[in-house]
């Protein structure tokens, strides 16, 4: 409510010619269910006109307030704002700010709120990071036990229904909280209780591989992985969407030719035998890439997804992982959880398909589909292990 009084505060007091305000959520229908009653409450109040087919507010003075979904950012594209709320800013792909909205304040030197709740070390975590030592950002976070909005015994019985992490996340605002359903919420937590999410060494004794994830309208993701024996390394990350093969294929160049990489092995999912990427004629993906000289393994399909989640966890049990380098991916990997059913209150079979979708199965199919060049027998795997992790520690 606070957020949406201020886009009419904004449109009522700005002295530029049809100033244009936005309120952004994760799904068109989320800004909907959130915001448009608020909305449609003060503008007619304040004799504006109501579009109820564009969820959009025009005012007297030429202003415009509407709402928009980051699910369709095109939709967002070749428009100006003075002044955007996003709501749940951490449950947005994050290229949705700093691709679409940020350059559409640009011209008008405009404002954005970032809200939401705490969802893990994730895109809002980061925003709030910044905010703390900026000088030209304002911060506030609103924890139940101290604003007394909710009394001492309604947050009481709530700690009884709820799990610690799920309280704290709700209510306290804690971004050390478990994202609810993540997947690999463990693992990514032992990593960073390890120390192995951080600065990791590119090994140039060592091939490249690369670790695939395919998308035509969705995104393609790729990670870049040195094998040491039962230990991985991944060293980068790349993520993008709308281009062909022989685009990707121009990355990996790139990153070889800046990096002094040599590849190793490149492992793309099932649906590389397939035609559904975007190719000229009926010509398969993989027979494309090959031409390009990209040779993928293929990795069979698991029929069921769990195992390829339990791959996943185990892989990443062996991980160091970049953190500069591969900072989306980890995102990702942060993010990536069960599906929620609002109607039967119960978490779905499957996982939930959005951004996070296509960095986490980019890293399955290299844990269902990577053999490492070395796996010590039973008989010395202890003596081998306590030698590895010694001369890493040196």
């Not at 709501?87 to 691709?99: A, I, K, L, Q, Y």
């Not at 350059?103 to 893990?120: E, H, N, S």
């Not at 306290?172 to 919420?185: N, P």
Request: glycine share 8%; hydrophobic share 40%; proline share 4%.
């Amino acid at each position: 409510m606070a957020c949406v009084q201020k886009l009419f505060r904004g449109a009522m007091e700005t002295k530029l010619p049809d100033p244009r305000f936005a309120y952004v959520a994760p799904l068109y229908g989320q800004a909907k269910d959130v915001a448009w009653q608020y909305v449609t409450h003060y503008a007619r109040g304040l004799g504006a006109i109501v579009n109820e087919t564009e969820l959009r507010a025009d005012l007297p003075n030429g202003a415009r307030i509407r709402l928009y979904g980051a699910d369709n950012p095109d939709r967002l594209r070749g428009i100006y704002l003075d002044g955007a709320i996003l709501d749940e800013f951490g449950n947005m792909r994050p290229s949705v700010w700093g691709e679409v909205i940020r350059p559409m304040l640009a011209d008008r030197q405009g404002w954005a709120v970032f809200i939401g709740t705490p969802a893990g070390h994730n895109e809002f975590y980061d925003k709030w990071q910044d905010a703390q030592t900026n000088r030209d950002w304002y911060s506030v976070m609103l924890k139940a036990s101290e604003t007394g909005i909710l009394s001492a015994d309604e947050l009481a019985d709530a700690r009884k229904t709820m799990s610690e992490d799920q309280y704290e996340q709700e209510f306290e605002c804690s971004f050390e909280a478990a994202i609810r359903g993540a997947y690999f919420a463990s693992q990514m937590r032992a990593m960073r209780e390890d120390g192995r999410l951080g600065k990791v060494l590119f090994d140039p004794a060592r091939p490249v591989n690369t670790f695939w994830d395919i998308g035509k309208t969705d995104s393609t993701a790729i990670w870049f992985h040195q094998n040491r024996g039962q230990h991985h390394h991944l060293i980068d990350y790349y993520e993008n969407a709308g281009e062909d093969v022989a685009f990707y294929a121009s990355i990996l160049k790139q990153k070889q030719d800046a990096r002094g990489w040599q590849y190793g092995q490149h492992f793309g999912p099932h649906d590389l035998d397939q035609t559904h990427w975007i190719l000229p004629g009926r010509e398969k993906v993989v027979d494309v890439a090959a031409n390009l000289g990209l040779r993928f393994i293929v990795v069979s399909r698991i029929a069921n997804k769990q195992d390829a989640i339990e791959a996943g966890r185990n892989f990443l049990s062996m991980c160091w992982i970049d953190a500069e380098h591969c900072k989306q991916g980890v995102e990702a990997l942060d993010n990536y959880r069960k599906g929620w059913d609002e109607v039967a209150k119960t978490w779905k079979a499957k996982p939930e398909h959005d951004w996070a979708s296509h960095g986490s199965d980019a890293l399955m199919t290299g844990a269902c589909g990577f053999v490492p060049e070395f796996v010590p027998p039973p008989v010395d795997r202890y003596s081998r292990r306590r030698a590895r992790t010694s001369a890493w520690a040196a």
